[in-house]
Structure formats: structure tokens, C-alpha cells
């Protein structure tokens, strides 16, 4: 009897192993093809695509002609400091709203709070052509600042709802007793409460940071231009140049990929944990 | 306590609190937005100025012979591209999600990283990606296909009319598969150990187990997951455009909504830009997303049964 269960559990175990691995192969195996294939001469990567790049083949070809063009390094400054600004905007202007919202009473603070979180709904890239419109008023079309502006924008309302949430949870007696030795509502909130929740701000950086990244709209739409170019955008036009020169396309997507990978490979922890909010056994 | 007499002094740290968040939110945001839908009731004067029409915008784009065509398209092609989602995506992650959370399984957190990778990469990345890899110049998917004996089944997916929509919303379900399969698995790791301990002692195990017990606690997160797609993909642009252009081909197959909104408003080869019909198909999404999101409130979420655990 408890054989036959240890054995069912075992074939289940194995079944489960077996889909798993099938989708894993499915998830990576693209990404391996390309960078593997990066390394080969041309005619290797035609006629045998599916096989490792060989000692006495081994080429960097394709790297050559991509970084003699030597934009990437600046699109991936430009990347980085729209990401890292418009990040760290909604951390601050997000942590300050939510604790106004969670720490007061006052009148409208529901209002308000619906007003904010509402536009977790609405996709701000319906605004675009607004957006486009008073960006050029303002003269600040083809400038990393619009770009940074509309992220912060765009990630505010998630950043407020998660970090109210958060909050809540903070100790009373905590800030009373902060109150009571004299501190300002400002110190309590940056010394005291923003340290406590910062699981919450570690959730908020891994939900806003990969889409800012990512985005290809608005800087197709707000920054085309060649010196505010982002990684994104950037590998976008790059690879339609080279579409014919299969070695430098490679190499182009494997150094557009590398990057996330080791970001990846580095907080894929932190990741899980604020997607499962904590609730990783 | 305080009487009326006492009045407490205005706290104006609350309004310094909250000004940068609610003046940025609005002016870069909310504002746009409402502009934009704005613009939809206007349109072009005989001296390019902007006047009034109301609805006729919208008339125009249901009705008129030269916009209802695309208008039509691209909603019943965006339309596929979700249920393609919500049939392929979801139930994949569901599955996912059930067997990682499977008891003490080994190698859990390497499966979990390996799954989620996809859904870091950008989409030009994944849209050249399998451009390159589908592409019958290069040949690898036919090699591929041709080990397993079904090198005949190979055709230019991306390239035909009647293969393309399906074979890119199965590309964005390859990218995004680690969402659904993450917000599930969170759900299903919060169920408790005693109620399914207790349901093991009942005889209730496996596929039964899941399917009475697991199942009905998830509900609520399958119905936010659904929502995350309704909504991420009536917003779907990238993936189209990285892999088949502005003009979404071929011949329009794989034309959506975000498409057409880029291709009105910034024009392209076969047409100048119009901010006013743009503004318009803006609105149309607009209104289609509100729908969406107000029938999940009120009528999905209400139905849901939520459990205390």
C-alpha cells in the first residue's frame, strides 16, 4: 500500500519534471541560439546552426563591425539614466503621497487616494499625442527629461497603491513615540517608515524598472533623436541597418541581451520575491 | 480633545506630501489623456484650424468607407490576439504554476528563473529573436522540425497573411508566460498546509486536488491575470511594429490597435499624419479598455467567491 503511493508520487514527480524541463528548453533555447551562434563564422551559423561554436572557428566578426559604430555604449547611458531618474522619482514622490494618504485624516484623503490609484487603469500611452503635443510646447521633445517625466507619471499611481498598502502596517507607537521626542513628519517619514517598508520599494523598483526599459514608444515618439537614443530604440534601428550581415545582427541582439541577463541573473531573487509579495516558501 | 475652539493649525506638510506626485500624475498624465480624447471631437477646419464636430470623428470610423475597413481589422485582429492569449497563456500558466508549487520539487527556483527570463527580454529583442529563428533564410526552425519528422510542417509563419497574427500572439505568449505562472504560483504557495493536508486524508489528491481545491482559491487571481491581459494586450504595439513594421503586414494581417493609432498619427508611406483621427482611435481604445475593466468589476469580480485563509 505505501509502495504503490511512494511510486505514484515518484511517476507524478517525474511527469512534472519532464513538462517543466520541456518549457524551460522552450524558454531559454531561443536566447542560446542566438548568442551561440553570435561566435561563428557565417557559414557556420547557415550550415550548422544548431552546434556550438567550435574552438578553431570562433569569431568575433560581427562585435567588430557593431561596436566600431561605438553607439551602443551611449545608448546604454541613456537607457541607464532615464531608468535609474524616473525610478527613483517614484520612489520619492510615490513614498511621500502614500504616506499622506495612509498616516493623516483629512478631508478628500479617499478622493484623492481613488484619483491617484485610477490611473494604475489607464494606459497613459492613449495620451501620447498630448503628451507629444505639450512636450514640444515646452520644449522639451528629443530631451531624456520627457522621457523621465512620463515614466515617473506612469509609475506613480502602482507606486503609491503598493507603498499606502505598506505603510499601513508601520507601527503606531513607532511614529508617536518619534513625535513625542520632537521629530518632524518629514524625518519620521524618510528615517523611520521608509526604511521599514522597503520590501515594498523593492516591488515597486522590479514592476517599473524591465517596462521602462523595455519601452520602445515613447522614445520612437518623444526622443528618436540620435544622441538621446535608448538601448531599446536604439538596438531597434541598429539591427534594421545590418539586417542582411547576419554576424553583426547576432552580435547586436547578444549585446542588447547580455546586459538584462546579468540583471536578471543578479536580483532574480529579489524579482520573485516582490512578484509573490513575500510569499516564496 | 479637540473642540471647535481648538482648531488644529493647518498641516501643510500633508499638501507638500502629496503636491509633486498629484502635479506630475496630472499634468503628464491624466491631463494628456483627457486632451487627447479632447482632440477626438475636433477636427479640421478649412484653414487648418481646429473646430468643433462631436461625434462625427467616431462616425467616421465606424462608418466611413476608407477608415472602417482598418478600424475593423485591426479590432478583430487585437480581439484574436486576446482570446489567442487567454486560451494559450494562461492555462500554460496555470499549469506551470500548479506543478512548481508540487510539494518539496527539486530544482524549483532554477525552473522559476528559467521560465521568468523571457519576460525581462525587451520586445525588439524577442521580435528579432524570432524573426531570425523563424526566418526560412536561416532555416534553423526547419532543421529543428525536420529532426522530430516534421520538416514539412515548416512555412514562412511570419510571412503569410492567414499565419502571422497567431504566430506572433504565440511569440507574446512565449515572452510573457512567466506572469501568469508567477501570480498563480503566489496564490497557490498562500494555500494553506493543513486544508490540503486535510483533503489528502480525505483521498483527495492530485488532479482531484487541484481541480476541487486549488482551483477555486486561485479564482481571483486568475480573473486579475486576465485583466493584466485584456489590458496589456489592447495596448500591444511593440511586438508588431519591431517585427512587421509600422504597417503591420503582411497586408494588414497582423494590423492592431496600437498600429493603426501609430500609423494615423504620425502617417507612414501611404498616408500623412492626422492627430485628429489618431486622437480618435486613442478614444475608441480608451472607451474599449473602460469596458473591458468595468466588466471585470462588476461583473466577474463580484461573482468571485473569496475565501479567508
Known amino acids: ?281 | 480633545m479637540a473642540t471647535s475652539a481648538q482648531r488644529k493649525p493647518i498641516r501643510w506638510h500633508i499638501g507638500v506630501l502629496l503636491a509633486p506626485a498629484i502635479l506630475i500624475y496630472t499634468v503628464i498624465m491624466l491631463l494628456p489623456v483627457f486632451d487627447s480624447l479632447r482632440l477626438s471631437l475636433y477636427g479640421k477646419g478649412p484653414d487648418g484650424e481646429a473646430v468643433f464636430v462631436g461625434l462625427a470623428n467616431y462616425t467616421t470610423l465606424l462608418t466611413d468607407s476608407y477608415w472602417q475597413g482598418p478600424f475593423w481589422n485591426a479590432l478583430w485582429n487585437n480581439t484574436l490576439f486576446f482570446i489567442i492569449h487567454m486560451l494559450v497563456q494562461n492555462p500554460i500558466g496555470i499549469l506551470l504554476a500548479a506543478l512548481l508549487s508540487l510539494g518539496k520539487l527539486p530544482g524549483r527556483e532554477f525552473y522559476r528563473t528559467a521560465l521568468f527570463l523571457p519576460t525581462m527580454l525587451s520586445f525588439v529583442i524577442v521580435g528579432f529573436v524570432w524573426k531570425l529563428i523563424l526566418s526560412p533564410a536561416w532555416g534553423v526552425s526547419k532543421t529543428l522540425l525536420g529532426s522530430v519528422g516534421l520538416g514539412s510542417w515548416f512555412g514562412p509563419w511570419l510571412g503569410q497573411p492567414d499565419t502571422a497574427l497567431v504566430t506572433l500572439a504565440l511569440i507574446s505568449v512565449w515572452q510573457f508566460i512567466g506572469l501568469p505562472m508567477m501570480l498563480i504560483y503566489a496564490a497557490m504557495i498562500a494555500i494553506p498546509d493543513e486544508l490540503l493536508e486535510a483533503a489528502s486524508c480525505d483521498g483527495v489528491t492530485g488532479i482531484t486536488q487541484f481541480f476541487k481545491i486549488k482551483l477555486p482559491l486561485i479564482w481571483p487571481s486568475i480573473g486579475v491575470v486576465s485583466i493584466l491581459t485584456f489590458v496589456g494586450n489592447f495596448n500591444a504595439f511593440d511586438l508588431i511594429y519591431v517585427s512587421q513594421g509600422a504597417l503591420a503586414g503582411p497586408n494588414f494581417s497582423t494590423d492592431i490597435l496600437g498600429t493603426l493609432l501609430y500609423r494615423t498619427f504620425f502617417g507612414n508611406q501611404l498616408q500623412s499624419g492626422d492627430p485628429f483621427m489618431g486622437a480618435t482611435i486613442a478614444g475608441a481604445m480608451f472607451l474599449i479598455i473602460l469596458g473591458g475593466v468595468c466588466v471585470y468589476l462588476y461583473g466577474v469580480q463580484r461573482r468571485l467567491a473569496y475565501y479567508q485563509m
Not at chain 1, 545590418?242 to 541573473?265: G, K, Q, R, S
Request: net charge positive; glycine share 6%; charged share 10%.
Open chain 1, 1 to 281: 500500500m505505501t509502495q504503490t503511493i511512494a511510486r505514484r508520487f515518484q511517476i507524478s514527480t517525474l511527469a512534472a519534471h519532464l513538462v517543466l524541463i520541456g518549457f524551460t528548453l522552450l524558454a531559454l533555447a531561443p536566447t542560446l541560439l542566438v548568442v551561440m551562434n553570435s561566435f561563428k563564422p557565417r557559414k557556420e551559423i547557415f550550415g550548422a546552426p544548431l552546434a556550438l561554436p567550435s574552438f578553431e572557428t570562433i569569431t568575433l566578426i560581427g562585435y567588430d563591425t557593431v561596436l566600431k559604430r561605438g553607439d551602443i555604449l551611449h545608448y546604454f547611458q541613456n537607457s541607464l539614466i532615464v531608468t535609474v531618474c524616473a525610478l527613483f522619482f517614484i520612489i520619492l514622490f510615490g513614498a511621500m503621497a502614500a504616506f499622506a494618504l495612509s498616516e493623516y485624516r483629512f478631508p478628500g484623503n479617499r478622493l484623492i487616494g481613488l484619483f491617484l490609484v485610477m490611473g494604475i487603469m489607464v494606459p497613459i500611452r492613449l495620451g501620447t499625442v498630448g503628451i507629444l503635443k505639450m512636450m514640444v510646447s515646452l520644449g522639451l521633445a528629443n530631451t531624456l527629461f520627457a522621457l523621465i517625466l512620463v515614466y515617473t507619471a506612469q509609475g506613480l499611481p502602482m507606486a503609491v497603491f503598493v507603498m499606502s498598502e505598506f505603510m499601513r502596517q508601520v507601527s503606531d507607537d513607532l511614529k508617536n513615540a518619534a513625535r513625542v521626542d520632537g521629530l518632524s513628519e518629514y524625518t519620521i517619514l524618510f528615517r523611520l517608515v521608509l526604511p521599514v517598508v522597503r520590501p515594498a520599494i523593492a516591488t515597486i523598483a522590479v514592476f517599473t524598472m524591465v517596462p521602462i526599459w523595455n519601452d520602445l514608444w515613447f522614445p520612437l515618439v518623444l526622443a528618436p533623436g540620435e544622441s538621446t537614443r535608448t538601448m531599446t530604440l536604439g538596438a531597434q534601428s541598429f539591427i534594421g541597418q545590418f539586417i542582411t550581415d547576419w554576424n553583426a545582427v547576432l552580435a547586436a541582439l547578444t549585446l542588447a541581451i547580455v546586459p538584462m541577463l546579468i540583471l536578471y541573473l543578479m536580483f532574480s531573487r529579489q524579482l520573485i520575491r516582490g512578484i509573490t509579495a513575500g510569499a516564496v516558501k
